[in-house]
């Protein structure tokens, strides 16, 4: 289509116009994924006056392709109308997809009207876009009524003092709506509002406001206010926030709804943040011990979550003496997530007492939570224990001590029935491995992260093997040597053909991580032997290993020789393999290293020649004695000499 001169094609803009009337759903979305293109085709005018009344006459559709219009009215249609003169004419089909019956599709369609109205100027929103926002506000049907909440806080800054006047009360009959949906709705967009209100305005209209939803008979509407009292509450002074909120703050925390009051636990810390320091230590202390004693298991486990955040807010001596008697208890919950909360958050604590504190009340529970019959409560545990270590624990309490409760966590969770728990575990273990030192480990857990590597699951396997990589470059090449790679290369001799892969898989992994001593003695038998491997897996995943060699090492002079003389033989005896996957990676593994030895060969070609004319210029410079440049003088060193080429 040539987009340039639509007129000399039109036949294409008919077929999708006809296929935005077609009865098939699929037809029609894919038309109005499009409708970019027809807009471009038509032109800027025949768009306005054609392609926006057909689509605004054709929401009566199915729901995906209604949201499929109200997304694409949003993404910069306004190109298309001819620019931001005529932005307003987007808002008529927008306006009706705000008001139909799918959630999804009004809230995409009040989207895109807030991403048109950046585009309008003050006159032609006063002009199209606050007739609208009216007409939404004061529907019949609640749906429409509802929408209007999230399109005041866009434009309300640029309009005039009376017509924000009108929205200001126009909002708090949303606010007092019979139908609970436009109430949540208003709860939901209040706090947006409130940060374009002055400060004279968020008293005397965003506070009546806030009240009367926070005390909604509907725990569906208080809930959402929780957000709502904490944007407020930043727009004011701490002074005005205890005088004029301090109420609301307690009836939220103490609400007979424990939605609501999970709410609060969950945006504790930005509650605590926005309303001061002063009205936290008088009030907020209190609140949290009781949010961490709660009824509720859910509103126990989203305060434990907030517990390092909020700590900060607090003083040490607030900690201990309020604070950690409710941890303690949470220590030993009934439920079992609140504990996994718990444990995943503990440790944020450290940092914040001294040390003696911290190995006095934090250790007893730590080791507690260490020895959970829960695998989530130890898994969270061990994975914060390089801040436990930052802290101060394992140098002080001494690495036996701790390997008592450590150890039999590490081993119940690495031989847990189930495999997610399993992988979990090998994933910190290069961190145990940091913070624990390489005497414990090789006493203690390698032989463990040995016996991952004949584990059933294949995930497990193949994290077992990035473990290694990741352990050798904690522990160093030669470690790996002695202790790794003599065990994983006997592997390759394993009856079971899964082994024998698995070998092959971590030498895949860790060369990398590895150096060619270690590759071209003992690794490059292994895989040679396995070449002529009975299992095809394992003949093309010896392919792609040798591949991985050549590409790693190729590039310096040794692994050119390893690659000419051992593997390019290798591999081009695997492209004759009977089997067409194990030929296909063998011709793409030769194809790599002959690239890769062939680059190397050319720049050492380049070197060579370089160097050869650096030499013939001496020798000349030298022989005529022309070029102080390589001036030998006799008697004077070699770091005194003026010889820079």
């Given at each position: 289509?040539?987009?340039?001169?639509?007129?000399?094609?039109?036949?294409?803009?008919?077929?999708?116009?006809d296929?935005?009337?077609?009865?098939?759903?699929?037809?029609?979305?894919?038309?109005?994924?499009?409708?970019?293109?027809?807009?471009?085709?038509?032109?800027?005018?025949?768009?306005?006056?054609?392609?926006?009344?057909?689509?605004?006459?054709?929401?009566?559709?199915?729901?995906?392709?209604?949201?499929?219009?109200?997304?694409?009215?949003?993404?910069?249609?306004?190109?298309?109308?001819?620019?931001?003169?005529?932005?307003?004419?987007?808002?008529?089909?927008?306006?009706?997809?705000?008001?139909?019956?799918?959630?999804?599709?009004?809230?995409?369609?009040?989207?895109?009207i807030?991403?048109?109205?950046?585009?309008?100027?003050?006159?032609?929103?006063e002009?199209?876009?606050?007739?609208?926002?009216?007409?939404?506000?004061?529907?019949?049907?609640?749906?429409?009524?509802?929408?209007s909440?999230?399109?005041?806080?866009?434009?309300?800054?640029?309009?005039?003092?009376?017509?924000?006047?009108d929205?200001?009360?126009?909002?708090?009959?949303?606010?007092?709506?019979?139908?609970?949906?436009?109430?949540?709705?208003?709860?939901?967009?209040?706090?947006?509002?409130?940060?374009?209100?002055?400060?004279?305005?968020?008293?005397?209209?965003?506070l009546p406001?806030y009240?009367?939803?926070?005390?909604?008979?509907?725990?569906?509407?208080?809930?959402?206010?929780?957000e709502?009292?904490i944007?407020?509450?930043?727009?004011?002074?701490?002074?005005?926030v205890?005088?004029?909120?301090?109420?609301?703050?307690?009836?939220?925390?103490?609400d007979?709804?424990?939605?609501?009051?999970?709410?609060?636990?969950?945006?504790?810390?930005?509650?605590?943040?926005?309303?001061?320091?002063?009205?936290?230590?008088?009030?907020?202390?209190?609140?949290y011990?009781?949010?961490?004693?709660?009824?509720?298991?859910?509103?126990?486990?989203?305060?434990?979550?907030?517990?390092?955040?909020?700590?900060?807010?607090?003083?040490?001596?607030?900690?201990?003496?309020?604070?950690?008697?409710?941890?303690?208890?949470?220590?030993?919950d009934?439920?079992?997530?609140?504990?996994?909360?718990?444990?995943?958050?503990?440790?944020?604590?450290?940092?914040l007492?001294?040390?003696?504190?911290?190995?006095?009340?934090?250790?007893?529970?730590?080791?507690?939570?260490?020895?959970?019959?829960?695998?989530?409560?130890?898994?969270n545990?061990?994975?914060?224990?390089?801040?436990?270590?930052?802290?101060?624990?394992?140098?002080?309490?001494?690495?036996?001590?701790?390997?008592?409760?450590?150890?039999?966590?590490?081993?119940?969770?690495?031989?847990?029935?189930?495999?997610?728990?399993?992988?979990?575990?090998?994933?910190?273990?290069?961190?145990?491995?940091?913070?624990?030192?390489?005497?414990?480990?090789?006493?203690?857990?390698?032989?463990?992260?040995?016996?991952?590597?004949?584990?059933?699951?294949?995930?497990?396997?193949?994290?077992?093997?990035?473990?290694?990589k990741?352990?050798?470059?904690?522990?160093?090449?030669?470690?790996?040597?002695?202790?790794?790679?003599?065990?994983?290369?006997?592997?390759?001799?394993?009856?079971?053909?899964?082994?024998?892969?698995?070998?092959?898989?971590?030498?895949?992994?860790?060369?990398?991580?590895?150096?060619?001593?270690?590759?071209?003695?003992?690794?490059?038998?292994?895989?040679?032997?396995?070449?002529?491997?009975?299992?095809?897996?394992?003949?093309?995943?010896?392919?792609?290993?040798?591949?991985?060699?050549?590409?790693?090492?190729?590039?310096?002079?040794?692994?050119?020789?390893?690659?000419?003389?051992?593997?390019?033989?290798?591999?081009?005896?695997?492209?004759?393999?009977?089997?067409?996957?194990?030929?296909?990676?063998a011709?793409?593994?030769?194809?790599?290293?002959?690239?890769?030895?062939?680059?190397?060969?050319?720049?050492?070609?380049?070197?060579?020649?370089?160097?050869?004319?650096?030499?013939?210029?001496?020798?000349?410079?030298?022989?005529?004695?022309?070029?102080?440049?390589?001036?030998?003088?006799p008697?004077?060193?070699?770091?005194?000499?003026?010889?820079?080429?």
């Amino acid at each position: 289509m040539d987009t340039g001169n639509p007129l000399d094609d039109i036949a294409p803009i008919a077929i999708l116009m006809d296929e935005l009337r077609s009865e098939d759903v699929q037809l029609r979305l894919n038309a109005i994924h499009r409708v970019s293109t027809i807009a471009l085709a038509l032109g800027p005018d025949r768009t306005r006056e054609e392609l926006v009344p057909f689509l605004q006459d054709s929401v009566d559709d199915e729901d995906e392709v209604l949201l499929a219009l109200a997304e694409e009215l949003g993404k910069n249609f306004d190109e298309y109308v001819g620019g931001r003169k005529y932005a307003h004419v987007l808002l008529g089909p927008l306006e009706v997809l705000a008001a139909v019956e799918e959630t999804l599709v009004r809230d995409k369609a009040t989207e895109s009207i807030t991403k048109v109205s950046e585009s309008l100027s003050q006159q032609q929103i006063e002009a199209y876009y606050i007739p609208l926002l009216n007409r939404l506000s004061r529907g019949e049907w609640f749906t429409s009524r509802t929408s209007s909440a999230a399109l005041y806080s866009p434009v309300y800054l640029k309009v005039s003092t009376q017509i924000k006047e009108d929205m200001r009360k126009a909002f708090t009959a949303l606010a007092s709506d019979d139908t609970p949906m436009v109430r949540r709705a208003a709860a939901k967009w209040l706090g947006a509002f409130a940060k374009s209100l002055a400060k004279e305005h968020i008293l005397s209209d965003a506070l009546p406001i806030y009240r009367k939803l926070a005390s909604d008979d509907q725990d569906s509407v208080r809930l959402l206010t929780v957000e709502d009292l904490i944007a407020i509450s930043k727009q004011l002074e701490p002074a005005v926030v205890k005088e004029q909120l301090l109420a609301q703050i307690r009836q939220s925390v103490a609400d007979k709804s424990w939605r609501v009051r999970y709410m609060v636990a969950n945006h504790f810390v930005e509650l605590a943040e926005a309303v001061g320091i002063e009205i936290v230590k008088e009030e907020l202390v209190g609140a949290y011990v009781q949010i961490l004693k709660d009824n509720e298991a859910e509103v126990r486990s989203a305060g434990a979550s907030q517990l390092p955040g909020f700590a900060k807010l607090i003083d040490k001596d607030t900690i201990l003496t309020r604070i950690l008697q409710c941890v303690r208890d949470l220590s030993q919950d009934q439920s079992q997530h609140v504990r996994a909360s718990l444990a995943n958050q503990i440790s944020g604590l450290a940092p914040l007492l001294e040390k003696d504190s911290t190995i006095e009340h934090l250790l007893p529970l730590f080791l507690h939570l260490l020895k959970d019959e829960f695998p989530e409560v130890r898994l969270n545990i061990i994975s914060k224990l390089e801040m436990v270590n930052s802290a101060g624990f394992i140098p002080v309490i001494g690495i036996d001590l701790l390997s008592q409760s450590l150890l039999p966590a590490i081993v119940e969770l690495a031989e847990d029935k189930s495999w997610r728990v399993r992988q979990a575990i090998i994933e910190y273990i290069p961190l145990l491995a940091t913070q624990l030192g390489r005497s414990f480990f090789d006493e203690q857990l390698g032989n463990l992260c040995l016996s991952w590597l004949g584990d059933n699951v294949f995930s497990i396997r193949e994290a077992a093997t990035v473990n290694l990589k990741k352990l050798t470059d904690v522990f160093g090449v030669e470690w790996s040597r002695n202790a790794i790679v003599p065990k994983v290369l006997a592997m390759g001799s394993h009856p079971n053909y899964l082994f024998r892969m698995t070998t092959v898989l971590a030498i895949t992994t860790m060369t990398p991580s590895l150096n060619l001593d270690v590759i071209n003695d003992p690794i490059m038998q292994t895989l040679i032997s396995l070449v002529s491997d009975p299992i095809p897996n394992i003949r093309f995943n010896v392919a792609k290993s040798l591949e991985v060699v050549a590409t790693t090492y190729g590039s310096v002079p040794e692994g050119q020789s390893l690659a000419k003389e051992k593997i390019m033989p290798a591999v081009q005896s695997l492209q004759n393999d009977p089997d067409a996957d194990v030929r296909y990676f063998a011709g793409r593994a030769l194809e790599r290293t002959m690239a890769v030895v062939a680059i190397a060969d050319y720049y050492l070609v380049l070197q060579e020649a370089h160097l050869n004319e650096l030499f013939l210029k001496r020798d000349d410079a030298t022989l005529h004695g022309t070029d102080p440049a390589f001036d030998f003088t006799p008697g004077i060193s070699c770091s005194e000499s003026r010889f820079t080429a």
